[in-house]
């Protein structure tokens, strides 16, 4: 089969797992920007530049001081508009050592509509879908996407995209393209460029840092 054959053949596997995704990209876009934060700001400001900057879904990581608060006020103010999640869920023991976060329950008490893992835990999984929201835990290997996948996960984060770049994720994107996958770590819009390239497979997600700076609520990596 053809490189242009297979690469149809991929796409058209992609776009008819999107349209019955259960994310709505038609509404909250492709662009997920991420707030970490190391002191305290004021975060639904933050999330309002990103807003009026054309960003539909924010997460706040759960290391961010004021996170939780501020992900619950993001709801009431945005409410459908805007998707809002938390970010650095991870199981009840080790999220005890985070700033804001005991575990994924005190996350969706706030109502985050999504939640975000920088690794597997089939737990944190069943527990968002249990109280009706999306989970999207980390794999970096084939074989950790595909278990992330088995294992009911709404979108893969790939992380740490970084570390592997790109060509990493469109190698990935080959073999596995009915799996909808988020690129994080370090992601910049030249980065992102790179999927225009002839050959690379684009991907439906991409994640980016977000850090507030005063004069113009810009994103960038912190």
């Not at 924010?58 to 290391?63: G, K, S």
């Not at 999984?125 to 074989?143: E, K, R, Y």
């Not at 370090?186 to 977000?210: D, F, K, N, Q």
């Amino acid at each position: 089969m053809s490189d242009g054959a297979e690469k149809s053949r991929a796409d058209a596997y992609a776009d008819a797992h999107a349209a019955s995704a259960a994310w709505p990209y038609a509404r909250y876009g492709r662009i997920l920007a991420i707030v970490r934060l190391r002191a305290t700001a004021p975060l639904v400001d933050v999330a309002q530049a990103l807003c009026d900057g054309g960003i539909r879904a924010i997460e706040f990581t759960m290391t961010t001081p004021g996170a939780l608060p501020a992900l619950d006020r993001c709801r009431v103010r945005f409410g459908a508009d805007v998707a809002i999640g938390a970010g650095t869920v991870l199981d009840a023991d080790s999220a005890a050592r985070c700033l804001d976060a005991d575990s994924a329950a005190r996350c969706l008490d706030a109502e985050a509509q999504f939640l975000v893992s920088p690794g597997l835990d089939q737990a944190v999984i069943d527990q968002a879908h249990a109280a009706g929201a999306l989970a999207f835990p980390g794999a970096l290997t084939p074989t950790e996407i595909i278990t992330a996948w088995r294992g009911g996960t709404d979108v893969v984060k790939v992380f740490p995209a970084r570390a592997l770049g790109p060509r990493y994720i469109a190698d990935v994107r080959a073999p596995l393209p009915a799996i909808p996958l988020m690129p994080t770590g370090a992601w910049t819009t030249r980065t992102s460029l790179r999927i225009c390239v002839p050959g690379l497979w684009r991907w439906p997600w991409a994640a980016i840092w977000s850090t507030p700076k005063p004069s113009t609520g810009a994103i960038g990596h912190p």
